[in-house]
């Protein structure tokens, strides 16, 4: 069985995570286990060195041969360091890190704390998620007067929030 | 602010005396923030760590919370040095193993430090005594909601804080907690607590040894997701795990004390006489011996005036402090030497255990009910 990582040496140390009846698998040669830090409990994160590879072969999947606009990431990079280079890389390898996120946390929408900056728009946001239920409601109800006035509120929104 | 004077003092946290400190020693609460349009330190060239940390280091020390800090680069900081705030839990050991264009900012009291590129371009973190999450969690909001108000944190409205690793996404906010658990080893019931903990979506790590062998009795416990739940339902869930465990290390130790007091006593006594007259000491059994000790102040056997010294040796045992405290260079084996003639000279002023007066628990621990920081 080969190395995980570098796919060229034998596999000495096998690592498995069970996570909410989830098994993950990962095998190591030597020296890769010494560079991802296996052998120190506090450094090494389990979490991190299978979503380094699980993620890379999703990414994989998301798009040939993709590249960071900003910083000049590509995929490989990530396979190797487990890590991502910018905030833009967020965007760029998105359709490979939604399915990733969603097997390592407990959700895939942030609902905590939100920057003063961005609270506006997360107000916005809110605000319009709200108004198109109405909507489809109004739409549902026959109720064309009040839904032709919330599409234009929503109109307004959108206009806000793009400004 | 110097590091001798830092190196000279334990840190707050250390020796404070806040709720059920006995099995918890600190609490920790870290959040994790970049900038916006700034590639993560582990990308940025040297030019462009260097830039951002000229952006964020004043800021830092600007902060009210900051005054008379120790802030330092940590190229000016020699590896010693380093390993000394590693052994304190004052910086992570990734953190230490930088050089150019990273620093840390902490505050007097060490209970707030700031490292700056390391895996995030921010890292902030408060520690506490005891079981005190919540307020480590406010200290750190504080600043958080201060500093973002000067530096633009890279944010998106679905994925919440963007950090370097995906497993840090959301809220950016790694909670943990230290724990003492020598009840839980010596009864063999340590590996379902583990299992059991590690179902709930937490993590649990041994503090020092490798795999599942812990050193010291010492266990740190975290969240392990960060995206999809707010800091509080975090901190609230991960409280409540601590405090069932507070719960089954005290009737651990109640059921040792009922049905198997003498292996209890064994071990105390062994402990006392090995550290009190070994002349040579590997760091490993020290923290394993401590532990001990360190049990027999929580159940009677020495007086309470003794828990500061063990607590302090704990820390002051660890190879970088030895090594720091001694004018020539040390091998493992001086190093060794060394420690046991500490321990001795702390262990001079401790009375023999005392047997009698290992009474019940019950004046400690499972019968008060935990108190709520909330």
């Known amino acids: 069985m080969l190395c995980d990582v570098c796919k060229c040496n034998d596999a000495a140390v096998f690592l498995t995570q069970i996570v909410e009846g989830k098994m993950q698998k990962v095998n190591l040669c030597d020296a890769c286990s010494k560079e991802k830090g296996v052998q120190d409990p506090t450094g090494f994160a389990l979490a991190d060195l299978l979503l380094g590879i699980g993620a890379a072969e999703e990414i994989e999947k ?4 993709q590249k960071c606009p900003v910083c000049g990431f590509t995929q490989s990079d990530f396979k190797k360091t487990g890590r991502l280079g910018c905030s833009t890389c967020y965007l760029t390898f998105a359709e490979g890190l939604g399915s990733l996120l969603k097997a390592m946390h407990k959700g895939t929408e942030h609902v905590g704390k939100v920057p003063e900056h961005a609270q506006r728009a997360a107000q916005l946001t809110d605000r319009m998620r709200n108004l198109s239920e109405s909507l489809q409601k109004a739409v549902a109800d ?12 929503i109109k307004q ?7 | 602010m110097k590091l001798s004077s830092i190196i000279s003092t334990q840190g707050e946290w250390l020796r404070g005396e806040g709720p059920h400190h006995q099995i918890v020693i600190s609490s920790r609460v870290r959040f994790a923030r970049n900038l916006r349009n700034r590639a993560f330190p582990g990308w940025a060239k040297k030019a462009e760590r260097t830039a951002i940390l000229d952006q964020i280091r004043p800021k830092v020390e600007q902060l ?9 680069l940590l190229q000016d900081l020699s590896a010693l040095d380093k390993q000394v705030l590693v052994e304190r839990h004052l910086i992570s050991r990734e953190h230490a193993a930088k050089g150019a264009g990273s620093a840390l900012v902490m505050n007097r009291k060490q209970t707030l430090s700031v490292m700056i590129n390391e895996e995030d371009h921010l890292r902030m973190q408060s520690m506490r005594s005891g079981l005190q999450l919540k307020q480590a969690f406010k200290l750190v909001d504080k600043i958080d909601s201060a500093l973002e108000s000067n530096l633009e944190f890279a944010f998106d409205p679905r994925l919440g804080y963007l950090t370097a690793c995906p497993t840090n996404v959301g809220t950016g906010m790694r909670a943990s907690a230290m724990l003492h658990l020598p009840g839980l080893v010596l009864s063999e019931l340590i590996n379902q607590v583990v299992q059991a903990v590690s179902k709930i979506g937490l993590a649990v790590r041994g503090l020092y040894g490798e795999g599942t062998e812990a050193m010291g009795n010492l266990f740190q416990i975290s969240n392990q997701t960060t995206l ?3 800091e509080d339902e975090i901190i609230s869930r991960l409280t409540k795990v601590i405090e069932t465990i507070i719960d089954k290390e005290h009737d ?10 003498n ?12 550290l009190t007259y070994a002349h040579a000491m590997a760091s490993k059994e020290a923290l394993n011996l401590l532990s001990i000790i360190k049990l027999g102040v929580d159940l009677g056997a020495f007086p ?8 302090e040796l704990f820390i002051d045992t660890q190879p970088a402090h030895l090594q720091k405290s001694s004018q020539q260079k040390l091998n493992a084996e001086e190093r060794d030497h060394l420690r046991a003639q500490i321990i001795r000279g702390r262990l001079k002023l401790f009375p023999k255990p005392d047997i009698g007066k290992l009474a019940k628990e019950s004046g400690n621990g499972s019968a008060a009910k935990p108190s709520n920081n909330e």
């Open chain 1, 62 to 65: 998301g798009g040939a041969a």
């Open chain 1, 142 to 153: 026959e109720n064309y007067e009040t839904a032709a006035s919330l599409r234009d509120q």
């Open chain 1, 157 to 163: 929104l959108e206009n806000d929030l793009t400004s």
């Open chain 2, 64 to 72: 009210p919370e900051m005054q008379d800090s120790f802030s330092e």
């Open chain 2, 228 to 230: 999809g739940e707010k």
């Open chain 2, 252 to 261: 651990a130790r109640q059921v040792l004390l009922q049905k198997r007091s």
């Open chain 2, 263 to 274: 292996t209890l006593w064994d071990q105390i006594g062994r402990a006392y006489g090995l």
């Open chain 2, 304 to 311: 309470e005036e003794r828990r500061l010294p063990i607590d």
